[in-house]
């Protein structure tokens, strides 16, 4: 908004001439925004697996609290930009302390492997006995969406009925 005061020959004030802007539209746009973004980010925050989003560049946009939860190697690295390939190094190290290079290469090459695909699915199993069900689709922009689903419940509940059922035919 601006006004430009318009004065006679004699630099009397006769008047302005103002140009302005009605921007409610705008506004109102911005706090249906801020609303979407603060119901996303609601969403994210109450559910019970991990998520990841990754752009077209393979960087990463956003994840949810659990996300860190189930990788917490990834606190000191986990960053909007952040390269995947940065998540997977040091993954590597975490999980393989002990491994040369090389294991860890090629652990790196076996994970990326699993994204290659539009849709890809497979089972990790973590330090500590913890297995996850990473769930990964593209997007339509290109970008990935990760989800990650703790199973170790229901991979030792499988365990448990493979045993009994052994048991049962000695």
Not at 25 to 45: F, G, P
Not at 83 to 95: D, F, G, I, Q
Request: one cysteine or more; aromatic letters at 6%; a negative charge.
């Amino acid at each position: 908004n601006s006004a430009t005061p318009l004065h006679s020959e004699a630099g009397e004030l006769i008047g302005s001439v103002g140009l302005w802007t009605d921007v409610s539209r705008i506004k109102a746009t911005e706090r249906e925004l801020a609303q979407a973004k603060a119901t996303l980010e609601s969403a994210l925050r109450s559910m019970a697996d991990g998520f990841l989003l990754r752009d077209v560049r393979d960087c990463v946009v956003t994840w949810n609290p659990r996300y860190l939860e189930i990788y917490e190697h990834l606190r000191g690295v986990l960053a909007p930009g952040v390269h995947v390939s940065r998540l997977a190094e040091e993954a590597a190290r975490a999980w393989l302390p002990e491994g040369s290079e090389a294991e860890r290469s090629a652990w790196i090459a076996w994970r990326k492997a699993q994204t290659v695909g539009d849709n890809g699915r497979f089972e990790q199993e973590l330090p500590g006995g913890l297995r996850i069900l990473v769930s990964e689709s593209r997007i339509p922009d290109g970008g990935i969406v990760s989800v990650h689903h703790d199973i170790t419940q229901a991979r030792l509940a499988e365990q448990h009925m493979a045993r009994a059922g052994g048991d049962e035919i000695a």
